[in-house]
């Protein structure tokens, strides 16, 4: 196993999830926490640089998170209060969000990192979204970038107003994971082939569009192949944190590819073939199988990916 250290820069927050019949529960979230959490519970050295508070709810994400193994980078309590999301959970198990938040980059030593994950409100959201661009750039002289777009219009607002910030964060990553909602939003009309063959022109030699039940597609730019690759058949509970699961997974299976880390493995993502990816992205559909049958943004051990 890689002991590449993991950065992961974005939001971390309570949850607060309305299911049907009226249950209300509060979760430590935040589409980037979960991924750090994720890769954590993996085995993966995992920081995460976030903007929570001091106050109760602060506390209890950052006990939380020490809990799965991630540490807090220093400055990442200074916000005035800690973000929330209130999810509303469908009889279908999907999930709505409504925000308060607000975000900043702590300042960051990026030469203690071969690898970085970003994503989500993060990216988007000033003042913070800018300085998420200056993290990703301080990284790649000698490590390598995963982003996912994860898109929120209720604050990325249309998707006109996000698709620039997004594709600048696309061409500063190796791997971008996006599902086909978020691609949808982000191109109306056009198909899934053509959004990874643009996004592959902007610099990231390998692109995976999620498709929930029906899968995931991998596509790599250097050489314009694509594969399908089956999801599981399972029981859904709820989708929170089931994307970010898949995201935990992904990283983790190319970081012990050697695919991931450091400038000689991006040099090897851009000349692989398909099996590497393929047992990657099957570690990707074992987390995020593993997180939709479980209510919250439950994320598994190696252990309990084997047990599965």
Request: with cysteine; hydrophobic share 35%.
């Amino acid at each position: 196993m890689t002991e590449t250290r993991v950065l992961t820069t974005g939001e971390a927050l309570i949850d607060i999830v309305h299911s049907p019949g009226g249950k209300v529960a509060e979760y430590v979230g935040g589409s980037p926490a979960n991924v750090a959490m994720g890769l954590a519970r993996l085995g993966h050295p995992s920081d995460l640089a976030t903007y929570v508070g001091t106050d109760d709810r602060g506390v209890r994400i950052a006990e939380h998170l020490a809990e799965r193994g991630v540490s807090l980078t220093p400055g990442s309590d200074g916000a005035d209060r800690t973000p929330t999301a209130e999810a509303t959970v469908d009889e279908d198990g999907v999930a709505t969000y409504v925000f308060d938040l607000q975000w900043r980059v702590p300042p960051t030593d990026a030469s203690a990192y071969g690898h970085l994950h970003t994503g989500s409100i993060a990216c988007t959201l000033e003042p913070g979204g800018t300085e998420v661009l200056q993290l990703m750039e301080a990284i790649r002289p000698h490590g390598t970038v995963s982003y996912d777009p994860n898109a929120r219009p209720t604050i990325m607002g249309t998707s006109q107003d996000a698709r620039q910030r997004i594709e600048d964060c696309i061409g500063r990553s190796d791997v971008v994971k996006c599902s086909t909602e978020d691609a949808e939003w982000l191109y109306e009309g056009a198909s899934m082939e053509e959004i990874a063959r643009e996004w592959g022109r902007l610099g990231p030699p390998l692109i995976i569009i999620t498709r929930g039940g029906d899968g995931a597609m991998a596509y790599l730019s250097e050489t314009g192949e694509s594969i399908e690759v089956d999801a599981r058949r399972v029981e859904v509970e709820d989708t929170v944190g089931a994307g970010d699961s898949f995201m935990s997974g992904l990283v983790s299976g190319l970081l012990d590819e050697g695919l991931l880390g450091s400038v000689e493995a991006r040099e090897r993502l851009r000349t692989t073939d398909f099996e590497p990816i393929k047992r990657a992205v099957a570690r990707a559909v074992a987390t995020a199988s593993f997180t939709v049958v479980r209510a919250g943004a439950q994320a598994p051990t190696r252990e309990e990916l084997t047990d599965s």
